[in-house]
């Protein structure tokens, strides 16, 4: 089974930018369906953006035009662009293979002043 880890959080001020990436530990070629969530504290882990196979992404409407999520086959990698980040924002991101169920540690991202 292939393994992600999630990289590139850290500290940010609102309006700032960050770009997540999630690196497998092999072929996600064949991989059709990648997902970014996110769990803030006390709450439940929600989703953020589902990439299909088709290559279109949806996302929730707390991110719709802010967040952008992409594939890089050749790179083993998949990438989560955060723009004009808000406090609320604040949380720890996970990608996961949607078929599989396997999930990254997460990486911390945090907006603040």
């Known amino acids: 089974q292939v393994q992600f880890v999630e990289s590139g959080g850290g500290l940010v001020q609102p309006g700032g930018s960050l770009r997540l990436s999630c690196a497998a530990s092999?072929?996600?070629?064949?991989?059709?369906?990648m997902a970014w969530y996110r769990q803030a504290p006390g709450k439940q882990r929600e989703l953020v953006a589902l990439?299909?196979?088709?290559?279109?992404?949806d996302y929730a409407d707390s991110v719709k035009g802010r967040f952008t999520a992409s594939r890089d086959n050749a790179k083993n990698t998949v990438y989560l662009q955060m723009n004009s980040l808000k406090p609320e924002d604040t949380a720890v991101y996970y990608c996961?293979?949607?078929?599989?169920?396997?999930w990254g540690q997460g990486t911390q991202v945090t907006v603040s002043s």
């Open positions: 092999g072929s996600i070629r064949s991989i059709t369906g």
């Open positions: 990439m299909h196979n088709t290559g279109v992404s």
């Open positions: 996961k293979d949607v078929l599989s169920g396997s």
